[in-house]
């Protein structure tokens, strides 16, 4: 007979390494590049030092002259705080009795469920890559009932739980049932009262989210990025060509050779939206270009830019082109996806409810050592 303690063994001895595998491994190809450490952590915060400058102890002398004067290392001090990330499933006490004298439905109830929670964590983590960390993933142009126009769908999905955070009024977990995409026109699960401007977050999630590529691209210099103020340190800076138009070998290149004279990076990873790709695409045929294709790690498809990778990514914003050396970047964590079970049960009766949930949960947070050595074009069109 299935019971709540074969449950939990099947959730941690099967599926949690499942899990594991797909979100570290299949989420996203920038990821994938992303080292993963659990070194800078200091409580619930992430502290390193992130170099700058060229070591100034290096001269030309004479063997009877002076030695050059010794110029030590230039840091900057980076902080920022982990964020809390989790994955929650929910079985209701019905479904659960009506399968644990079958152990092909249980293991059925069980699979869809975590396939489920799966691809929402892989939605929202790749996500989370290319935005800002304030979690803002659309903002409201009017509402009427329950249907809510918004200056973009393109980082919400049906079935997404939202927050609509407003000046004066917050309405909470309210589900999208459906998107009129043509219209920006989202559905939800009951009527809400909100304004022009307010700002739609993924549940719970404002001001929480990982610090992402939004955060670095950010064109609004007085913005802090890891407690450093920007406007002041211009190294941190990343090439940005807002007004790039038709894009060419040339403007990607431009870019490249930019970071490599003017920074010290390397570019390894080329990201770019789906329409950004087309137009790539498109030049490549007028020019008579070949198309070099490349199978990266997780059997994410790209194609080459002398060698380099150039994804096309759903949550890359459109028109646009970002070129990073993935090296900056590390994903600082406490510890991998993990079930709490601190109690030593993993599925757990909801208080006051007949069904039993399971949480996922990983901590950490997103850290560029070098801003400046990267690269943004934008504004590109066909």
Known sequence: MITTNTADAALK??????????????????????????????????????????????????????????????????????????????????????????????????????????????????????TDGT?????????????????????????????????????????IVAINRAEKIIVLDGNVTVSSGDKITVQNSYQKEITGLGAIFNSDTTQPLYGVNRSENYWMLPYINENTGAISDLKIQTAIDYLEENAGSKVDYISCSYDVRRNYLSYLELTRRNIDPMTLEGGFQAISFSGIPLVADRHCPDGTMDLL?????????????????????????????????????????????HPGGQARLSGITA
Request: aromatic share 10%; glycine share 8%.
């Open 13 to 130: 001895s099967f599926y949690l390494d499942v899990l594991r595998n797909q979100l570290n491994t299949n989420t996203n190809p920038f990821y994938n590049k992303i080292v993963t450490t659990s070194k800078n952590i200091i409580g619930h915060k992430v502290v390193r030092l992130a170099p700058y400058a060229l070591n100034g102890g290096f001269g030309f002398s004479s063997d009877s002259g002076n030695l050059p004067q010794a110029g030590s290392n230039k840091y900057t001090h980076f902080e920022t705080t982990t964020k809390d990330m989790y994955g929650v499933i929910e079985i209701s006490d019905k479904a659960m009795k009506a399968s644990r004298l079958n152990t092909n439905s249980f293991v059925d109830l069980l699979t869809q469920e975590m396939k489920g929670i799966l691809e929402a964590a892989k939605f929202n983590y790749s996500r989370a890559l290319f």
């Open 325 to 369: 050396n993935s090296k900056s970047f590390q994903m600082h964590t406490l510890s991998d996806w993990d079930w709490l079970d601190d109690d030593g049960k993993i599925l757990k009766q909801i208080a006051g409810k007949p069904a039993w949930t399971a949480v996922l949960a990983k901590y950490g947070e997103l850290m560029c050592d």
């Open 135 to 175: 979690g803002v993933i659309a903002t409201v142009v009017e509402a009427e009932g329950n249907q809510v126009q918004v200056d973009s769908v393109k980082y919400l999905i049906e079935g997404m739980i939202i927050d609509i955070i407003g000046t004066s009024e917050t309405e909470k977990a309210k589900r």
